[in-house]
T-cell receptor
Framework: AAGVIQSPRHLIKEKRETATLKCYPIPRHDTVYWYQQGPGQDPQFLISFYEKMQSDKGSIPDRFSAQQFSDYHSELNMSSLELGDSALYFC?????????????FGQGTRLTVV | KQEVTQIPAALSVPEGENLVLNCSFTDSAIYNLQWFRQDPGKGLTSLLLIQSSQREQTSGRLNASLDKSSGRSTLYIAASQPGDSATYLCAVVRGSTLGRLYFGRGTQLTVWP
């Protein structure tokens, strides 16, 4: 079965650089979520999109932005990177079908800022 | 604010034991609860989803229960195996359809042969 695809899997950037993370949701899923997981931490919600519109916003820094495109893939753009941005970034997708919102996660992008 | 707590933080057991992982949440107005498994440095694998109207879900050796009124869920793993070693995360969706997950810190499980 198709899963959530994230690219790249690993990324190393220097401070003040920019990074773009990509997410391809499961086909026919209409909602995409982004989470950040720091070392030894639980995943923290950043932002979500439903049918290409931002649907919810969490603790996403102003330096970050995201969007969902017409083919439903999503990109997380991160600028002026800081050492503290080093984390595992997950994308998840779900489909709003009835009352079920089971989320399926990708393998994540490990971002290291040096 | 929804807070999710998981106890214990770590658990080490011999192979074959039955074990229980606990999850509690402060806001009982949840939409659903999901249990995940995470291997080191890897993604989150969904194990079980319990809707707010349900009391339990089963998948193979896993059984998850939900007591919404008391704000608790348990994940029961029967006949544990070394391959079950991973971190188990509990997450809840609050009473809306937006789907944001609130995670606990997880229970790190080690099953030794």
């Amino acid at each position: 079965a198709a899963g959530v695809i994230q690219s790249p899997r690993h990324l190393i950037k220097e401070k003040r650089e920019t990074a773009t993370l990509k997410c391809y949701p499961i086909p026919r899923h209409d909602t995409v979520y982004w989470y950040q997981q720091g070392p030894g931490q639980d995943p923290q919600f950043l932002i979500s999109f439903y049918e290409k519109m931002q649907s919810d916003k969490g603790s996403i820094p102003d330096r970050f932005s995201a969007q969902q495109f017409s083919d439903y893939h999503s990109e997380l753009n991160m600028s002026s990177l800081e050492l503290g941005d080093s984390a595992l970034y997950f994308c998840a997708s779900s489909i709003r079908q009835g009352r079920s919102t089971e989320a399926f996660f990708g393998q994540g992008t490990r971002l290291t800022v040096v | 604010k929804q807070e999710v707590t998981q106890i214990p933080a770590a658990l080490s057991v011999p192979e074959g034991e039955n074990l229980v992982l606990n999850c509690s949440f402060t806001d009982s107005a949840i939409y659903n609860l999901q249990w995940f498994r995470q291997d080191p440095g890897k993604g989150l694998t969904s194990l079980l989803l319990i809707q707010s109207s349900q009391r339990e879900q089963t998948s193979g050796r896993l059984n998850a229960s939900l007591d919404k009124s008391s704000g608790r869920s348990t994940l029961y793993i029967a006949a544990s195996q070394p391959g079950d070693s991973a971190t188990y995360l509990c997450a809840v969706v609050r009473g809306s359809t937006l789907g944001r997950l609130y995670f606990g810190r997880g229970t790190q499980l080690t099953v030794w042969p």
